[in-house]
Nanobody, 125 residues
Framework: QVQLVESGGGLVQAGGSLRLSCVASGRTFSNYAMGWFRQAPGKEREFVASISWNGGSTYYADSVKGRFTISRENAWNTVYLQMNSLKPEDTAVYYC??????????????????WGKGTQVTVSS
């Protein structure tokens, strides 16, 4: 089992920034690709970004490309999502997820093995 705990969400004005963190425990973190997903009210959960086990490959949804950056620090069992130039449409619950994989991806919702409980991000206009 892998436990994932997200933090860093909150309320921010449009154009602002937030950094989400996700700390993993329970298994060797570097064995897992990691991803961020989000779900807005009334919508399906969608892919935001993902990163391979060693950080060698990253992937982004078109809607966040150029504004969000995913990174990881394996020594600290942590994956980050730096979110800049936030827009009201970025408002959602953001989830961290892990996929047991030694490949360079890509990675998607269906491959994820473990999920966190989410952190709320609200962007006001």
């Amino acid at each position: 089992q892998v436990q994932l705990v997200e933090s860093g969400g909150g309320l921010v004005q449009a154009g602002g920034s937030l950094r989400l963190s996700c700390v993993a425990s329970g298994r060797t973190f570097s064995n897992y690709a990691m991803g961020w997903f989000r779900q807005a009210p009334g919508k399906e959960r969608e892919f935001v970004a993902s990163i391979s086990w060693n950080g060698g490959s990253t992937y982004y949804a078109d809607s966040v490309k150029g504004r969000f950056t995913i990174s990881r620090e394996n020594a600290w069992n942590t994956v980050y999502l730096q979110m800049n130039s936030l827009k009201p449409e970025d408002t959602a619950v953001y989830y961290c997820a892990a996929e047991l994989s030694d490949s360079q991806g890509p990675f998607d919702y269906y491959g994820m093995d473990y999920w966190g409980k989410g952190t709320q991000v609200t962007v006001s206009s």
